[in-house]
Structures are given as structure tokens and as C-alpha cells.
T-cell receptor, first 115, second 112 residues
Framework: DTGVSQNPRHKITKRGQNVTFRCDPI?????LYWYRQTLGQGPEFLTY????????KSRLLSDRFSAERPKGSFSTLEIQRTEQGDSAMYLC?????????????FGPGTRLTVT | GEDVEQSLFLSVREGDSSVINCTYT??????LYWYKQEPGAGLQLLTY?????DMKQDQRLTVLLNKKDKHLSLRIADTQTGDSAIYFC????????????FGKGTHLIIQP
């Protein structure tokens, strides 16, 4: 069990550029979540998938954001036309939901800086 | 919407017990969690409690839940320097499978 991995760990981009992040969940975990964390705040929920289906999207997820999980394994989060306000840590988590708490395990995050 | 509140800082002496408090507003919360975040690292799940429990103990960690007052606490016994981190309280009302709502985190500072 190698845990949740995220790539890249850091991304610096210029305003207006598109960026894409990748998340590899713990193998056999059927749920995958994306969160955003800004300095001094707790993580904020963005969206989650059960297998390949995107089941919920927060109102924080503007039209410039899109997430996919095409084969029910890894997921990508794309931000188009980045803005300085998008600068944050983007966290991915996964869980195995059968019964019980469905504990979410987090990856190390991708830190995005928009200049 | 849901809200989770925590004190921003807690300072304790090494060897003492730390008690980190959290209040939440969503009366339909089903699971409540404690996560630990060290500088530059992701979130580490410490423990969780189901809403029909009032206490859970796991080694040095004790979680107390007062559902009537919507108050959750995390007690760390014999606090060590390695416990220095930000501790986040989180809740979900979706049976444990939906997105979590987090507090802003409590910075635990350990004094020698």
C-alpha cells in the first residue's frame, strides 16, 4: 500500500494558462475526492467520484475547473485560464466505501502558484 | 450551511495532556474526524467517531462527543514534541462517504 500520490507536487504558472494535476488513489479504493486548501484555512471540498462517476460538485468548482476519473482509478483536475485566486494547495483523498466511516486518506497535495 | 469551529492555537508543556476542542452546527452529522497536518505534509487521519458514540479511545488519543451541544474534543495524553502540528476537526452528514467539512485547524505548540 503506497498511499495516495499526487503529481506534480508544485506547479508555478502564469495567469491565463491551463494546468492539470493528477491523483493516484490507494488501489481498490472506489471513492476519490478533491479538496482545495488555502493558507490558514482547512481543506474545502470540491468534488468526488465513485468509481468513474462524478457524484457531487461543490459550488466552489467554477466552470473553469473540470475533473475526470475515466477508468475509475487515477483522476485529473484541470483548471483553465488560471487566476491568481486559484493559488492554493490541491489535495486528493481516497476511501473504500462499503460500510462504516469510509475513512478518507489524503495525498501530499499539489501546490499551485499563479503569478 | 455547515460550519465547524476550532480555536486557532493551543500551547501545552511537554508531558502534559492537550485538549483540542471543536464545535459544529450540522445536527445531521454522522461521522466526526480528527486529522493532523505537519508542515509541508498532507493530512493524516488520526481517529474518528460515529455520532451515536460519546467516547472513543485509541492509545494516547481520546475523543469525546457531546451530541447535544455539538461539541467534539481530542485529548492527547503525554504530549510530545512530535505532536506539534495543526489539528483539523471535520464532519460529514453523508454516512461517512461524502465530502468533509473542515474547521480552520488548531495549531498545537509544545513548550519544553
Amino acid at each position: 500500500d503506497t498511499g495516495v500520490s499526487q503529481n506534480p507536487r508544485h506547479k508555478i504558472t502564469k495567469r491565463g494558462q491551463n494546468v492539470t494535476f493528477r491523483c493516484d488513489p490507494i488501489s481498490e479504493h472506489n471513492r476519490l475526492y478533491w479538496y482545495r486548501q488555502t493558507l490558514g484555512q482547512g481543506p474545502e471540498f470540491l468534488t468526488y467520484f465513485q468509481n468513474e462517476a462524478q457524484l457531487e460538485k461543490s459550488r466552489l468548482l467554477s466552470d473553469r475547473f473540470s475533473a475526470e476519473r475515466p477508468k475509475g482509478s487515477f483522476s485529473t483536475l484541470e483548471i483553465q485560464r488560471t487566476e491568481q485566486g486559484d493559488s492554493a494547495m490541491y489535495l486528493c483523498a481516497s476511501s473504500l466505501v462499503r460500510q462504516g466511516a469510509g475513512e478518507q486518506y489524503f495525498g501530499p497535495g499539489t501546490r499551485l502558484t499563479v503569478t | 450551511g455547515e460550519d465547524v469551529e476550532q480555536s486557532l492555537f493551543l500551547s501545552v508543556r511537554e508531558g502534559d495532556s492537550s485538549v483540542i476542542n471543536c464545535t459544529y452546527t450540522d445536527s445531521s452529522s454522522t461521522y466526526l474526524y480528527w486529522y493532523k497536518q505537519e508542515p509541508g505534509a498532507g493530512l493524516q487521519l488520526l481517529t474518528y467517531i460515529f455520532s451515536n458514540m460519546d467516547m472513543k479511545q485509541d492509545q494516547r488519543l481520546t475523543v469525546l462527543l457531546n451530541k447535544k451541544d455539538k461539541h467534539l474534543s481530542l485529548r492527547i495524553a503525554d504530549t510530545q514534541t512530535g505532536d506539534s502540528a495543526i489539528y483539523f476537526c471535520a464532519e460529514t452528514s453523508g454516512g461517512g462517504a461524502d465530502g468533509l467539512t473542515f474547521g480552520k485547524g488548531t495549531h498545537l505548540i509544545i513548550q519544553p
